[in-house]
């Protein structure tokens, strides 16, 4: 079984540009998740797809973060424009159900986002 | 709002020790806990699942505790070997998959 695919691995751009980052669950899986990842710190969730709806997305900086899942199975999130602080991995997860919280979450490599 | 704290923040063993990483959260009206491990420029694997009902998971040499009403879960790593060097994670679940996560315990274990 394939796993969650993210690309690019590795990100550099200057503040004030933007960048998009993509994502394929596992086939099947109904559920997707961004989460950002800074240096020394735990993930933190950024947005919650059930197929193509948005569930949560309470913690995305809507001024600056967009994310969409177009038929309800790739995802892309885009920062416009970047700022020194969203320098971090971003994951994306998937998992199978959406029920209450007892499924596991699959995660993809990630990508580090180094704005300079 | 939900705050989970790992500690220790770092940890250096020596191979063959066994170990016992801690976490802590503030609101036991969770549905589930989570231990990950990370490698360094990979994603996480999940490694045990503990529902809210349950007190404890096993999975090889690891064995995760849940003691939901004082806000604390550990997780055990018998005989520890150079390859479980890594950062583990614990997050809880309060509700739709939705993670909190703590700040992870960097475990080294030296030959």
């Known amino acids: 079984e394939a796993g969650v695919a993210q690309s690019p691995r590795y990100k550099i751009i200057e503040k004030r540009q933007s960048v998009a980052f993509w994502c394929n669950p596992i086939s099947g899986h109904a559920t997707l998740y961004w989460y950002q990842q800074i240096l020394g710190q735990g993930p933190k969730l950024l947005i919650q797809f059930q197929n193509n709806g948005v569930v949560d997305d309470s913690q995305l900086p809507k001024d600056r973060f967009s994310a969409e899942r177009l038929k309800g199975v790739d995802s892309t999130l885009k920062i416009q424009p970047a700022k020194l602080e969203d320098s971090a991995v971003y994951l994306c997860?998937?998992?199978?159900?959406?029920?209450?919280?007892?499924?596991?979450?699959?995660f993809g490599s990630g990508t580090q986002l180094s704005v300079l | 709002k939900q705050e989970v704290t790992q500690i220790p923040a770092a940890l250096s063993v020596p191979e063959g020790e066994n170990l016992v990483l801690n976490c802590s959260f503030t609101d036991s009206a969770i549905y589930n806990l989570q231990w990950f491990r990370q490698d360094p420029g990979k994603g996480l694997t999940s490694l045990l699942l503990i529902q809210s009902s349950q007190r404890e998971q096993t999975s090889g040499r690891l064995n995760a505790s849940l003691d939901k009403s004082s806000g604390r879960s550990t997780l055990y790593i018998a005989a520890s070997q150079p390859g479980d060097s890594a950062t583990y994670l614990c997050?809880?679940?309060?509700?739709?998959?939705?993670?909190?996560f703590g700040q992870g315990t960097r475990l080294t274990i030296n030959p």
């Open positions: 997050a809880v679940s309060q509700g739709a998959q939705k993670l909190v």
């Open positions: 997860a998937s998992s199978s159900q959406f029920r209450r919280g007892n499924e596991k979450l699959f």
